[in-house]
């Protein structure tokens, strides 16, 4: 069994990561090959649990024309339906999982409740978490940084549609700078969409660390839990 460098992460992926190129929905293909590489970290000790956000079904901006928090609530319902796919996959796989939601909805999940989740991964089972906070006008980010920090996961890993972080949108910028390392001031003092002030602001309070990859290659959040250099790692100053 190879030494791994974090035992207990939290996986936060987008919406979006989960529709591939069709960029709505979900595509099962590229759903399989996340969950496959979930497998695996299951298979090597590691502990994990998943924020996912909504954006492939539906998206804040998308009800502009809507009171805000219809919207939200609207999202929210949208990574519900991601966790369930998520959740399928898995067990598919013959991984044991617990969907969890912080809007209750007994007939399909449990609610969140921080000493039944962190019991459920020390059993080594995958613990999805959906409906965000539970409360409008916060994002998945921010939900991934407050549920890392309740089961004292030791790092979020970032699945993103590119391959770390960098100093502008290196799709429409092609001089833009890929960081290896970074902190949490510098993504709050640049304004990097790397996760919401909120979350990383979050992060940095609770001393927890970002590794930000890209999705297209889900095999690197495995090489990142055997302390493999991969992507962007967001921490502290030296």
Not at 39 to 56: P, R
């Amino acid at each position: 069994m190879p030494n791994l460098k974090y035992k207990r992460v939290l996986l936060k992926l987008s919406g979006e990561a989960l529709a591939g190129e069709n960029k709505h929905g979900i595509d099962a293909q590229t759903l399989g090959k996340i969950c496959d590489q979930v497998k695996k970290l299951i298979e090597l000790g590691t502990e994990v649990a998943i924020v996912v956000g909504g954006g492939n079904f539906w998206r804040g901006k998308y009800g502009h024309q809507m009171e805000r928090t219809t919207s939200d609530y609207m999202g929210m319902l949208a990574t519900c339906m991601n966790g369930l796919a998520i959740q399928d996959a898995l067990e598919a796989r013959g991984i044991f999982t617990r969907l969890q939601t912080a809007i209750e909805m007994r007939e399909i999940a449990e609610p969140f409740i921080k000493r039944k989740a962190t019991k459920h991964l020390e059993k080594s089972r995958v613990v999805i978490f959906s409906c965000g906070t539970g409360s409008p006008y916060f994002t998945t980010d921010t939900a991934a940084a407050l549920r890392a920090a309740e089961i004292d996961a030791q790092v979020i890993l970032v699945g993103k549609t590119i391959d770390g972080v960098y100093s502008d949108d290196p799709k429409i910028n092609p001089n833009a700078v890929k960081y290896d390392k970074i902190t949490y001031l510098d993504i709050l003092n640049k304004d990097l969409k790397v996760m919401d002030s909120t979350a990383t602001s979050l992060c940095k309070d609770n001393h927890i660390p970002l590794i930000v990859f890209g999705i297209d290659e889900p095999e690197n959040m495995v090489k990142a839990v055997l302390g493999e250099k991969i992507g962007t790692f967001v921490g502290e100053e030296d």
